[in-house]
Structures are given as C-alpha cells and as structure tokens.
C-alpha cells in the first residue's frame, strides 16, 4: 500500500460517494455522527467500506443510513457485525428537522457523500440534501466542467 493511501485511511476518507455528485445537486450538506459497533469501526480503520448504493431516510424521528457497506473484521468472533445493517446517524433535532421537511415538503433526497475519520478519530458521514438531476442537466454540467478544464489548459499556456 502506497504511503499516500496509507495516509487517507488512516488521517481521513475511507469512501466516497463520487456516482451522487453526477445524479444529484447538493443544496446543503451536513456532517453525522454514527451508531458504530466495535467490529465496525475495527473494519473501517482497514478502509474497505462502500456507500455508493446507500441513502439516509426518516423513520420515527430519526435518520437512519440504509444499504451501506462496512465489511465484517476478519479477526471479530461470533459477535460480528451485519455488513448491510440500517445505521442510526446522530444529528441535531433543529439538523434532523431540516433534513426531515426537505424530504417530505420538497421531495428531496438524504444522500451521503462521504465518511472518513476527523481529526479526533470518530467516523463521521457527510450528508447532503439534494434534489435528483434530469440526463439534460448532467449533460449540462459534463460540458461546463469541460469547459473550464479546457479554459485554465490554455490560461497556463498562454500565460
């Protein structure tokens, strides 16, 4: 392993969810704690957790990640983890409130974005409130990035 991959497991991003910043705008993002086991949080030290296919949803109150992936710890004993659990996310209520009414007044989406460790070494998720994208807006976006991609390629040529 590379001393830089080293460095992000260890310092800070263990996944990201690169596939929800081409399906959806951000409108707000948040930062979450969550209700880890011992076995989970020993996994996510290894830096092999997936959150691409999950989301955040509402259920009595409380937000709750659904469908992420923390693989088991190979040396954990019967007392294991699930890897698909639902994980509970520790937030604010004014937090919870806001996440709550975009979803159920503006139909957006609880989408998490990353998870890494702070500088303390709690895992924490960041997540956004994002409305989903047409195929027209995301051509949009492929073609502005382009653009300014190509715009600063010919500023540092030219000048």
């Known amino acids: 392993m590379s001393p830089r991959k080293k460095e992000s497991v260890n310092g800070k991003l263990i996944a990201d969810n690169r596939k929800a910043r081409h399906n959806y ?3 707000d993002t948040l930062e979450a704690g969550l209700v880890l ?3 989970e949080v020993k996994s996510l030290r290894n830096g092999k ?14 937000i709750w990640l659904i469908n992420s992936y923390i693989p088991e710890y190979l040396e954990g004993n019967r007392n294991n983890h699930n890897p698909r659990r639902r994980r509970k996310l520790l937030l604010h209520k004014k937090q919870m409130s806001k996440l709550i ?35 027209h807006d995301k051509r949009q976006v492929v073609k502005q990035r382009d653009w300014q991609r190509e715009k ?3 500023l540092r040529e030219k000048g």
Do not use: H
């Open 25 to 27: 705008e951000f409108l």
């Open 37 to 39: 086991t011992g076995t």
């Open 101 to 135: 009414g975009g979803v159920q007044r503006e139909g957006m989406t609880i989408v998490p974005n990353r998870l890494y460790f702070n500088d303390r070494g709690i895992a924490k998720l960041q997540i956004a409130l994002a409305k989903g994208r047409q195929a």
């Open 152 to 154: 600063s390629r010919l």
């Open 49 to 62: 957790a997936n959150i691409a296919e999950s989301y955040a949803t509402e259920e009595d109150g409380e």
